[in-house]
């Protein structure tokens, strides 16, 4: 008798590879004076065999995704490193990510304010984290292993950085999906 497998397409395989069973970060956490709810999570995995890092989005309470994508409301931005990247492949791929997701008018609108949060970021390594906090009274806050690194004004700002993960064509779709609590 000859049994017939069906192939996974390498896309589910991912997808698979990359959902976790279990919770990988709090559903409640206060960062920067404020208190945030889990509305995501997900483990960004590469080509499929590289864990890179596991990400949480969490917004203020009685915010949902819609306030995120047009930042009317706090939310937090977390990662925790799953091995070392340099600060290059980071800058690389955020700008990569902007330039898909962005016209030319919106990118030269925050240029300046990108190679300022360009210029703060830094290589991470295995444990490390680093967030992006947006409070509309204060901007977008990077920290790096819970120090604040900068700040950066403007609502504009957020609602454009941010579409490096939760653009149309953001870094991974599943991503997105996941984090924005759609997954």
Avoid at 32 to 40: A, E, H, M, R, W
Avoid at 42 to 49: C, E, I
Avoid at 110 to 135: F, M, P, Q
Wanted: proline share 2%; net charge negative; with cysteine.
């Amino acid at each position: 008798m000859t049994r017939h497998y069906k192939i996974i397409p390498a896309m589910l395989l991912l997808a698979i590879s990359s959902a976790s069973g279990s919770e990988l970060f709090p559903q409640r956490i206060k960062v920067l004076d404020q208190s945030f709810v889990k509305l995501g999570e997900y483990r960004y995995v590469y080509r499929f065999f590289f864990d890179l890092y596991e990400v949480a989005l969490f917004t203020e309470s009685g915010a949902d995704a819609e306030d995120v994508l047009k930042a009317n409301r706090a939310f937090h931005l977390q990662f925790h490193y799953l091995r070392q990247i340099d600060k290059a492949i980071i800058l690389k791929s955020a700008d990569r990510m902007l330039e898909r997701n962005l016209s030319e008018d919106e990118r030269s609108i925050i240029a300046e304010r990108v190679a300022k949060i360009n210029e703060a970021y830094t290589g991470v390594g295995e444990g490390d984290r680093s967030s992006l906090t947006y409070k509309p009274s204060t901007g977008t806050t990077l920290c790096i292993n819970d120090e604040p690194v900068i700040t950066i004004e403007g609502k504009d700002f957020a609602e454009l950085y941010f579409r490096i993960w939760l653009g149309e064509e953001a870094i991974s779709q599943s991503l997105k999906e996941n984090l924005l609590g759609r997954g």
